[in-house]
């Protein structure tokens, strides 16, 4: 199983629940270790998949049943043109009342849908307002998730024309679906690392073990056989730090989020 990660003593193995004093507890779906650390806190277990979708999809399942809300959250990137390195995207799926006839927006992985759910429950739509409210420079679309990086700025060409959406991870597909198994609340917030106009060097798309830390050596080895990619790869990590600057920022609105949900019992 993936790393869980959360910073008020809890570990895996302990026994401990998942629910912290306040009865709280947010679930978060990202790629790499880092962003797991960046993430998690006090009632949010953040889970790394790195890049394995079954195993993140498996983890995700055995701990949503303490969950009141799950995120996919981490980096990404950029399908729309306009969005800059560090900028934040908020793709939010409130959770509708029992008995409610569908709509609303569209799953991750599909294209957006404009009209709102025609049944939202009162807790999804605070979730949206709380969420805004916390990240009021975040732009609002959709987020697609496929379990490849989409490394070349022709792919998220293709895919921002067939989509429509702003920006894609490997991860928000996994989390949406979860979410929807188990009648939960979902939403995405990624930081932008990777523009949409920016292919991505060969030694950035090894740079990720499957327990989502760093394959340095990986890197390396790939730096050794192909030198002329050094300056690339320089820019990309540069992207990159913009981006994981912007996810404190995140975990932030994600506490906000959390005490919200305290405070609807």
Known sequence: ??????HDGWHPGTGASFDDATGTMILVACGL??????????????VPGGGDAARLEAALDAAAGGARLIVSAGIAGALDPALKAGDIVLHVEP????????????????????????CPSPEGEGLSRALAAALPEARHGAIIGQDRIAATAAEKAALYAATGALAVDMESHIAARVAARHGL????????SDTAAHTLPPAALVGMKPDGS?????VLASL????????????????????????????HALVGVGVRLADLG
Do not use: K, N, W
Request: hydrophobic share 50%.
């Open 1 to 6: 199983m993936p790393e869980q990660v959360r």
């Open 33 to 46: 270790l880092r962003e797991a650390r960046l993430l998690g806190g006090a009632g949010i277990v953040a």
């Open 95 to 118: 959770l509708p009342f029992r008995g409610g006839d569908g709509g609303g927006a569209a799953p991750a992985g599909a294209a957006p849908v404009a009209t709102p759910h025609p």
């Open 224 to 251: 050794a056989r192909r030198p002329a990619q050094l300056p690339a790869l320089i820019a990309t990590g540069r992207s990159a730090e913009a981006a994981f600057g912007a996810l404190g920022r995140v975990h």
């Open 185 to 192: 609340a979902f939403a995405a917030i990624r930081a932008i």
């Open 214 to 218: 760093m394959a340095l050596g990986r």
